[in-house]
T-cell receptor
Framework: DTAVSQTPKYLVTQMGNDKSIKCEQN?????MYWYKQDSKKFLKIMFS???????INETVPNRFSPKSPDKAHLNLHINSLELGDSAVYFC??????????????FGPGTRLTVL | RKEVEQDPGPFNVPEGATVAFNCTYS??????FFWYRQDCRKEPKLLMS???SGNEDGRFTAQLNRASQYISLLIRDSKLSDSATYLC?????????FGSGTKLNVKP
């Protein structure tokens, strides 16, 4: 029944480790996003994929690598984790209609804590 | 300058009060506008889209002023369940920019 799902919900790991977060949407949307919400609650876009193609890549360290095996999935792999990577990561999807009249649906978030 | 700016609050209001939030955006070419609601430790959820003519959904009214690059949300007859953070969102060519949110606490 879940529209946008993410796993895991919580992730606690040591500095320097590599970890992945998975996202899946069953809404039939063409566009998926990754956002980071830091401790000040500011939600910032990281990446966007449309039909498996990268369309938005904000100034994110290249330790972060998104992968979209198909338009329903967008995974996020993070190498060499740093303390500053601790945040809540939200996946979202939208229809990305022309004119920007679409809306976004968010996953429940993955709370990443780097020790 | 941030793309979207909001007063972080918190706004502490009694049940039944009317409360208004404002938001300004920097890019005059922005195409669409939204208010999202985020509960503590939850994901943002769409509250309503904002149209130039203004729109209403029950107790919620949203207004857009393109000339002043300003968006507002009015909540009438506040309920305890309205307590949340309200995020102003602006879309520029499929990039969504979020404000940092305005926190609302509705007290009994």
């Amino acid at each position: 029944d879940t529209a946008v799902s993410q796993t895991p919900k919580y992730l606690v790991t040591q500095m320097g480790n590599d970890k992945s977060i998975k996202c899946e949407q069953n809404l039939g949307h063409d566009t998926m996003y990754w956002y980071k919400q830091d401790s000040k609650k500011f939600l910032k876009i990281m990446f966007s994929y449309n039909n498996k193609e990268l369309i938005i890549n904000e100034t994110v360290p290249n330790r972060f690598s998104p992968k979209s095996p198909d338009k329903a999935h967008l995974n996020l792999h993070i190498n060499s984790l740093e303390l500053g990577d601790s945040a809540v990561y939200f996946c979202a999807s939208s229809t990305a209609e022309r004119g920007g009249l679409d809306t976004q649906y968010f996953g429940p978030g993955t709370r990443l804590t780097v020790l | 300058r941030k793309e979207v700016e909001q007063d972080p609050g918190p706004f502490n209001v009694p049940e039944g009060a009317t409360v208004a939030f404002n938001c300004t955006y920097s890019n005059s070419a922005s195409q669409s506008f939204f208010w999202y609601r985020q509960d503590c430790r939850k994901e943002p959820k769409l509250l309503m889209s904002v149209y130039s003519s203004g729109n209403e959904d029950g107790r919620f009214t949203a207004q857009l002023n393109r000339a002043s690059q300003y968006i507002s949300l009015l909540i009438r007859d506040s309920k305890l369940s309205d307590s949340a953070t309200y995020l102003c969102v602006v879309n520029n060519f499929n990039k969504f920019y979020f404000g940092s949110g305005t926190k609302l606490n509705v007290k009994p």
